[in-house]
């Protein structure tokens, strides 16, 4: 199998698209929508079926074009990589599976989160060792993106996974991927605003999102009734701030991360 695609032209919007675009053809890969901006994703040039977008949409506005290759995209190219417990591969580069480790299959479209960030890293490490101390029995993974962390749990053996995002593509590639590894009997995937869904009753929550929504999250009762949460994304003046809401909430931190002095994550245990 080869990469899904070799050229991406993207078309950055002001505005939001008012629903999935009509006649665009097989060549538009999606729209990813980020509060007021849009960013339509196509494999060929696209500018007369954008411009009559922006005819039927008269309050979008046109900001910039890009057109780069799907390795510069997602700033490199795609490889397998390893942790402790995870074999997680693209499925064009998938063929040198490690028999003592869980495979995933994981490809990412043009959604960011190929699962080399590091705080995505210590996100894994952390979830094995939840696993270690006695996993859990269900998991709420909000902002999914391409649905990694959602997977690794489900791989681990946790048999009821939501994975939430309010991003439409992002949920779309997500569904995608748990049906390639073959969890869609464990692993759901839904479009919903993670503040929303906090007070789901779930023994481990992950959190590798917004600072805003975190601090929404840790502010609500509900968080505290989780057995475990795995809270990363966070710089050092955020991650200052998550510590002492946890303190008060009440919650105990079990390890931290802190990669290249920048990117905090937490795993912790609710005490209340």
Request: aromatic share 10%; glycine share 8%; proline share 7%.
């Given at each position: 199998?080869?990469?899904?695609?070799?050229?991406?032209?993207?078309?950055?919007?002001?505005?939001?698209?008012?629903?999935?675009?009509?006649?665009?053809?097989?060549?538009?890969?999606?729209?990813w929508q980020e509060s007021d901006a849009a960013f339509l994703f196509f494999t060929q040039p696209a500018e007369s079926r954008v411009n009559a977008l922006l005819r039927r949409q008269p309050e979008l506005a046109l900001?910039?074009?890009?057109?780069?290759?799907?390795?510069?995209?997602?700033g490199g190219e795609i490889k397998p990589f390893v942790t402790d417990r995870f074999y997680?591969?693209?499925?064009?580069?998938a063929?040198?599976?490690?028999?003592?480790?869980?495979?995933?299959?994981?490809?990412?479209?043009?959604?960011f989160?190929?699962?080399?960030?590091?705080?995505?890293?210590?996100?894994?490490?952390?979830?094995?060792?939840?696993?270690?101390?006695g996993g859990a029995e269900s998991a709420l993974d909000l902002g999914t993106g391409t649905g990694l962390l959602a997977l690794a749990a489900?791989?681990?053996?946790?048999?009821?996974?939501?994975?939430?995002?309010?991003?439409?593509?992002?949920?779309?590639?997500?569904?995608?991927?748990?049906?390639?590894?073959?969890?869609?009997?464990?692993a759901l995937a839904v479009i919903a605003d993670a503040r929303e869904l906090i007070a789901?009753?779930?023994?481990l929550v992950i959190a590798n999102i917004h600072f805003d929504v975190m601090r929404h999250l840790l502010a609500s009762p509900e968080f505290y009734e989780k057995k475990w949460f795995i809270l990363s994304g966070l710089l050092?003046?955020?991650?200052?701030?998550?510590?002492?809401?946890?303190?008060?909430?009440?919650?105990?931190?079990?390890?931290?991360?802190?990669?290249?002095?920048?990117?905090?994550?937490f795993l912790g245990a609710c005490t209340g």
């Open positions: 199998m080869d990469i899904p695609y070799n050229d991406l032209h993207i078309y950055y919007l002001r505005g939001r698209v008012a629903n999935a675009p009509h006649g665009f053809g097989p060549e538009f890969i999606g729209n900001v910039d074009t890009f057109h780069m290759s799907y390795a510069d995209w997602h997680v591969a693209p499925p064009w580069a063929s040198g599976r490690d028999e003592n480790r869980l495979p995933i299959l994981l490809d990412p479209g043009v959604v989160g190929a699962g080399t960030h590091p705080t995505t890293q210590s996100c894994l490490e952390a979830l094995e060792i939840v696993w270690q101390q489900a791989r681990l053996g946790c048999p009821r996974v939501l994975a939430v995002d309010n991003n439409g593509l992002a949920v779309r590639i997500t569904r995608e991927n748990i049906h390639a590894n073959s969890l869609d009997a464990r789901c009753p779930v023994d050092r003046s955020q991650a200052r701030q998550v510590e002492e809401m946890i303190h008060y909430g009440p919650g105990r931190i079990v390890q931290r991360w802190i990669n290249d002095g920048v990117w905090y994550t």
